[in-house]
């Protein structure tokens, strides 16, 4: 059965805050009223700069574009994903979110309303030859984690270093829920550079060129590659 928290009197919980340029800035669990807001930016800000989604041509296939969408929305209702929130003024703005899950090692988990998608199944593909290639939960030694489908900073936010502080709250989060660690593959420089200034370890790496070799929609050309990242919490 997925786990779905129980958003209670004792939400939302605080994980850092801190203060600068006459502004206070909350990472918290992302409230219920703020979840389309936060679709929204992942859906604007966060699938035209993700290299998996781009290169997969998730942005210019409708019918995958939808897909996505029903995939952030019905993670985020799980009420496990980390919110930073601006304050200043008076006023709360969203400044970036970690769309984030728990996950168990034998769980089957169907999505309803997802369709078919030549740039869906390039995604889901991409995740099926990570996890053939090497299971996280096992390396980990572990059955549950916390999973992650995508962080996205406002673009009039970045340059705040707010994406290693959001990964860094997964550990308080994943305490809080005696969850011993967290997975997530990162796809793009950018955010493996941070996942590492964060303390993650990277456990496999594959180049675009492996992608292609094994039938995916991947450039043979490009040098970059896409990386599993994991963090353990003692």
């Known amino acids: 059965m997925p786990y779905k928290r129980i958003w209670d009197a004792s939400c939302p919980q605080i994980y850092d805050e801190w203060e600068s340029d006459g502004a206070k800035w909350v990472i918290q669990?992302?409230?219920?009223e703020d979840d389309k807001v936060a679709l929204n930016m992942m859906m604007e800000q966060l699938l035209p700069d993700s290299v998996m989604s781009q290169l997969s041509g998730v942005t210019e296939?409708?019918?995958?574009?939808?897909?996505?969408?029903?995939?952030?929305?019905?993670h985020l209702s799980k009420r496990m994903s980390l919110a930073c929130y601006h304050i200043k003024d008076?006023?709360?703005?969203?400044?970036?979110v970690n769309c984030c899950f728990v996950k168990f090692a034998d769980e089957q988990e169907v999505i309803p309303g997802l369709s078919d998608g030549a740039a869906w199944r390039n995604v889901q593909g991409t995740l099926g030859i990570f996890n053939s290639k090497l299971n996280a939960f096992?390396?980990?030694?572990t059955d549950k984690l916390l999973y992650a489908v995508g962080l996205v900073v406002r673009r009039d936010y970045r340059g705040a270093s707010l994406g290693a502080r959001m990964l860094a709250a997964r550990e308080p989060l994943c305490k809080l829920h005696g969850i011993p660690s967290t997975?997530?593959?990162?796809?793009?420089?950018?955010?493996q550079k941070c996942a590492t200034r964060a303390g993650f370890t990277e456990i496999l790496s594959l180049t675009l060129r492996e992608l292609a070799d094994?039938?995916?929609?991947?450039?043979?050309?490009?040098?970059?590659?896409m990386k599993l990242m994991v963090k353990k919490f003692n």
């Open 183 to 191: 997975s997530t593959l990162f796809s793009g420089i950018a955010a």
């Open 138 to 141: 096992e390396y980990l030694e």
């Open 90 to 96: 008076g006023k709360k703005t969203l400044a970036a």
């Open 29 to 32: 669990d992302l409230l219920p």
């Open 214 to 225: 094994a039938g995916l929609k991947y450039p043979r050309d490009d040098d970059r590659c």
């Open 61 to 74: 296939e409708e019918e995958s574009r939808r897909n996505m969408e029903i995939y952030y929305a019905h």
